[in-house]
């Protein structure tokens, strides 16, 4: 994928609902924290939150709620739930790491930019066996100061990398993260395993699924 006048050097990969099916289990898993405070909460309480890190995602239903929590506390509690399911249930979408693999053969520098906290994507990215150093860059919600939709985590990748951000492709699946590539200056393309289609419309490419896009789409 041309960005301009920039060919595309490294391929920026979102974490959660892109490389692994975790959404639902960080939604289950919060909505299981929420219980033990006594709060009962739906799925589609989470929705504007997704991609925008946990802080935000935990936070966002709290104040919908009026439910005053200590926010680390939550947290901790809910990456508890979270860690004892991700050997059980965790996967890796179909194609995803075929996709991850094809590009480093094309010697393309391949990045993870999430903004969940560095113990999800670490879990994660070694339960389906693409752990932390073999990628490029890894960047987490620990490493900016503002997550998704801005665009630090993005750039912060980019400059890891040693990219101009002209030449970075990224993968989304969520409309935050796809503003946060289009105000770093990114092309982004989506793959609508979370949300629709017409909800990733400002994506540059949309595909049904990550085992749809092939290196040379980049």
């Known amino acids: 994928m041309q960005n301009g006048s920039e ?3 490294a391929v920026i990969f979102d974490m959660d ?3 692994t099916d975790s959404e639902p289990l960080i939604c289950e898993s919060a909505m299981a924290m929420f219980g033990e405070l006594g709060l009962t909460v739906q799925a589609a309480d ?8 946990e802080n935000r995602y935990l936070g966002g239903v709290a104040e919908k709620y009026g439910l005053e929590i200590d926010l680390m506390a939550a947290k901790r509690r809910t990456y508890e739930i979270y860690l004892s399911l991700v050997p059980l249930r965790l996967n890796a979408f179909p194609g995803a790491v075929d996709l ?3 590009c480093r053969r094309a010697n393309l520098k391949t990045a993870v930019g999430s903004s969940a906290d560095l113990i999800k994507v670490h879990a ?4 389906i066996g693409l752990p932390p150093d073999g990628w490029s860059a890894v960047v987490t919600a620990e490493d900016v100061t503002r997550r998704k939709p801005h665009p630090d985590l993005f750039l ?12 970075c492709v ?10 946060a590539a289009r105000a770093a200056g990114m092309h982004c393309v989506a793959v609508a395993q979370t949300f629709d289609a017409v909800s990733l419309a400002e994506a540059d490419r949309i595909f049904a699924r990550i085992s749809d896009v092939r290196c040379e789409d980049l």
Do not use: Y
């Not at 994660?124 to 339960?127: D, I, K, P, T, Y």
């Not at 990224?170 to 503003?179: L, Q, Y």
């Open 100 to 102: 991850v693999t094809a």
């Open 17 to 19: 609902g892109v490389l």
């Open 124 to 127: 994660n990215l070694v339960h």
């Open 7 to 9: 060919k595309t050097q």
């Open 46 to 53: 989470f929705e504007p939150f997704v991609g925008t890190g």
């Open 170 to 179: 990224v993968i989304e699946d969520a409309p935050n993260g796809i503003r």
């Open 156 to 167: 912060k990748a980019a400059e890891r990398m040693r990219v101009n951000p002209a030449a």
